[in-house]
């Protein structure tokens, strides 16, 4: 079992509807809980960051937890073509010393206007 | 602030050939590490260092060597260049291990023929 698992996709929504990814993870002692966006040919860059069960939200992003199913979602309210990208899902694993951060391979969001 | 910097940006290798691709942060974090992405395989740790003078092997650090001699330098060492290599590398930086946000630098696209 992968320890982080993502649907690559594309997930196509038509703007201004709500996308929704999806992640899964294998570690039951993870405690934190990442959301990375990548263009293509760039980067990845943190957009959310996740610690407890339940939903935290930032502008049009809302990142939802829940550690008993072992699964993260990341929310996108009035999807925008600019938000076409991959979505990468980061899981923290370890619990002592250092603390590796794991991707999941991404799934890539498909906006069309 | 520049943040993570990377050089350079593309490289075409023959096999057997050796490089050192650079990485540099002014950012005075403690954490460095390098990943390596292929397409559709998410990132993968290659190898990390905790501080100048320490470093430690990732998931995937056959064929590849660090150093760590300053806190702003985090130098990888490509020993005789093979296909498997080519790949999209990755700087990054973070101010302490698990729950900081990591700083990627641009990336380097590497292509062994």
């Known amino acids: 079992q992968k320890e982080v698992e993502q649907n690559s996709g594309p997930l196509s929504v038509p703007e201004g509807a709500i996308a929704s990814l999806n992640c899964t993870y294998s570690?039951?002692?993870?405690?934190?809980f990442f959301w990375y966006r990548q263009y293509s040919g760039k980067s990845p860059e943190l957009i959310m960051s996740i610690y407890s069960n339940g939903d935290k939200e930032d502008g049009r992003f809302t990142a939802q937890l829940n550690k008993a199913s072992q699964y993260v979602s990341l929310l996108i309210r009035d999807s925008q073509p600019s938000d076409s990208a991959t979505y990468l899902c980061?899981?923290?694993?370890?619990?002592?010393?250092?603390?590796?951060?794991?991707f999941g391979t991404g799934t890539r969001l498909l906006v069309s206007p | 602030n520049a943040g993570v910097t990377q050089t350079p940006k593309f490289r075409i290798l023959k096999i057997g050939q050796s490089m050192t691709l650079q990485c540099t942060q002014d950012m005075n974090h403690n954490y460095m590490y390098w990943y390596r992405q292929d397409p559709g395989m998410g990132l993968k740790l290659i190898y990390y260092?905790?501080?100048?003078?320490?470093?430690d092997k990732g998931e995937v650090p056959n064929g590849y060597n660090v150093s760590r001699s300053t806190t702003e330098d985090f130098p990888l060492r490509l020993e005789l260049a093979a296909p498997s290599q080519t790949s999209v590398y990755f700087c990054?930086?973070?101010?302490?291990?698990?729950?900081?946000?990591?700083?990627f630098g641009s990336g380097t696209q590497l292509s062994v023929l």
């Open positions: 980061a899981v923290n694993i370890g619990r002592t010393g250092f603390q590796k951060l794991v």
């Open positions: 570690d039951r002692g993870s405690q934190s």
């Open positions: 990054a930086s973070s101010r302490r291990t698990g729950d900081e946000k990591l700083f």
């Open positions: 260092s905790v501080g100048a003078g320490i470093t």
